[in-house]
């Protein structure tokens, strides 16, 4: 709400319009809009140029106060609609643009159906915000106009497959036609349609305003005696005439001297208000988009942990170790990544794993809160970042690798688990973020990962995963990440050579070097091809083998050499300067 020079009190409600390029989201904004900003309808020279649009764009439209928002305390309704890029280069630009989105329209040109980029804003939507509807753009192209019915119909069914396996299971579809027959003059088809459906999606309790201030700048100018004006959104909480302002990536702190909602001046703006700041002794020219906050609020940091979910649609690995483009706040830079889950037999079914990451979705949306992150606990390192298929469980992957390695076991050598195990691991993921550069961004940013590096006009979705900060982590301090209990599971093999006389003991060969040091396996317990356990406790001899007790004995007759392989598993810690040194189970 604002509080205009006027007493009209104003609900602001933002809207992303989203879209495929040339699905028609300009022309759609341009039919919609009654407010125009500093930077709307393709304002940027080369939107022009090009005939597509290269940046976001604000404007606006006014409504009447329905009645279930009439027992809030606000006069009007005033839609904020921000025009997003449709073109695959751009879509850094429309991550940055979800994030001060409180409801969306996803245009799809009726007559081409979903396209690459329609799947891309999709996944945007999903994490930016739980109420959208679906604007059917440029249905007038459906000839001829007595079948056109039908033919919408039809596409309605057809998506409708399409979003049962979104959040937006159901979404409201609205057919509309913001340009009939490409001509400017003539009444646009079904926007009074579209604008009573975002109408009715607008929440009916009162906007929550806590939290220290946090603004989204897009657009930075200068006022010849005035100052330098940031233009942007509020994110978080509230800011009022002559409060301190600070711009955390350039550390600098001014005073509000004067605010603006589409040209009329304001005392205060809150969460949700599209506004234009004021300050004085600011060079624009050091700013574009970026943030602004409450003095001390909006930390920079070169890494990070976050929650994530691999995205449904991206059909490629997304694995440890490697580098993917990730969006954090409003920056966009290259991070290595490491993913890690919950242990085996912590995780769910595979029947509730598609419901789990619909609730994932919500969680960690922007409204909503990420799952917790202890630091205390142990995890699981993963290869990659596992979606809907599941993670292979990793006590059974490694027998199964262990198992197929006897046939030529190698002596002492570490077997990393390789061959996926039938069982399925279904449970919250985290990824530990190194970034290549530092970011500003708030402590619970929204994350998205991407592959920007391969061809910009191909027909894959790029985005990999989304998800949220939960702790930030200096990587550079190695102290700091030996706090991280992340670990893989280890194998090591070997071959019972004999059994002693006592029927509890067996001399063992292969499980260790002959130069390994004994002291870092004692006491650490074993396994027979049989399931028998048995205790490391010593060396026998000078050439490797080791002395193992077995409490409940070992059958002496009737055991097969698969029976007689040995099985040494235990936890190596990532980031444990002692990990060689000293094993865990």
């Not at 630009?93 to 994030?99: D, R, S, V, Y």
């Not at 769910?348 to 630091?375: C, H, I, K, Q, Y």
Request: glycine share 10%.
């Amino acid at each position: 709400m604002s509080s205009k020079g006027s007493t009209k009190r104003v609900l602001n409600v933002n809207v992303g319009i989203l879209g495929h390029v040339d699905s028609g989201k300009t022309s759609l904004v341009a039919a919609l809009s009654t407010q125009l900003s500093t930077a709307a309808l393709d304002k940027h020279p080369q939107s022009k140029e090009r005939g597509i649009t290269l940046d976001l764009g604000f404007s606006a439209f006014t409504a009447p106060l329905p009645d279930h928002l009439a027992h809030l305390p606000y006069d009007e309704l005033q839609f904020t609609l921000v025009d997003c890029p449709g073109h695959a280069s751009l879509i850094r630009t429309i991550i940055g643009g979800a994030q001060i989105i409180d409801m969306m329209v996803l245009v799809i040109d009726i007559t081409k159906g979903l396209q690459t980029q329609t799947a891309e804003c999709l996944v945007v939507g999903e994490v930016a915000t739980s109420r959208m509807v679906v604007a059917l753009n440029k249905v007038d192209q459906l000839q001829p106009e007595e079948e056109r019915p039908r033919a919408v119909r039809r596409a309605i069914k057809r998506l409708s497959q399409t979003f049962a396996m979104t959040k937006f299971v159901g979404v409201h579809m609205v057919p509309v036609s913001a340009k009939p027959d490409g001509q400017t003059d003539r009444p646009p088809l079904g926007v009074d349609d579209l604008k009573a459906a975002l109408v009715a999606m607008v929440p009916p309790a009162p906007r929550v305003v806590a939290g220290p201030f946090l603004f989204a700048i897009d657009h930075c100018f200068p006022i010849r005696g005035q100052g330098s004006v940031l233009t942007g959104t509020v994110l978080q909480g509230s800011i009022s005439l002559n409060d301190p302002l600070e711009l955390p990536a350039l550390r600098q702190t001014r005073p509000v001297k004067s605010m603006q909602m589409f040209r009329a001046p304001v005392q205060r703006v809150v969460q949700g208000d599209r506004v234009g700041i004021c300050v004085t002794q600011l060079d624009p020219g050091l700013i574009e988009r970026g943030l602004a906050c409450s003095p001390g609020t909006v930390p920079t940091f070169r890494g990070a942990v976050a929650a994530v979910e691999k995205i449904r649609f991206y059909a490629g690995r997304v694995p440890s170790r490697a580098k993917f483009h990730v969006a954090v706040g409003h920056s966009t830079v290259m991070a290595e990544m490491t993913f890690f889950g919950t242990t085996d037999g912590e995780g769910g079914s595979r029947e509730t794993a598609l419901a789990a990451l619909v609730a994932n979705l919500n969680a960690m949306a922007l409204a909503g809160s990420p799952m917790g992150f202890d630091a205390e606990r142990d995890y699981l390192y993963q290869d990659e970042l596992y979606g809907l298929e599941g993670r292979p469980l990793a006590a059974a992957a490694a027998a199964s690798a262990s198992a197929a390695a006897q046939a030529s076991v190698r002596e002492g050598e570490d077997v990393e688990a390789e061959e996926e195990a039938r069982e399925r691991h279904f449970g919250p993921q985290w990824v530990l973020l190194k970034f290549d550069q530092p970011i500003t961004a708030p402590k619970d940013a929204l994350v998205i990962g991407a592959k920007f590096d391969g061809e910009t006009h191909g027909e894959a979705c790029r985005l990999a995963f989304y998800g949220r900060l939960v702790s930030l982590v200096d990587p550079s301090r190695p102290e700091e990440l030996a706090r991280l209990r992340l670990f893989k599971v280890k194998s090591r093999s070997g071959t019972i050579e004999r059994l002693q006389p006592d029927g509890a003991t067996a001399i063992v060969r292969g499980l260790i070097k002959k130069e390994s040091d004994v002291a870092v396996f004692l006491g650490l317990k074993v396994t027979t091809g049989r399931g028998e356990q048995g205790v490391i406790e010593g060396s026998f001899g000078k050439s490797g083998k080791l002395k193992v007790y077995f409490a409940g004995g070992l059958a002496a007759g009737g055991r097969s050499a698969a029976d007689d392989v040995i099985t040494l598993r235990c936890k190596r810690y990532l980031f444990d300067p002692n990990a060689k040194k000293a094993l865990q189970q």
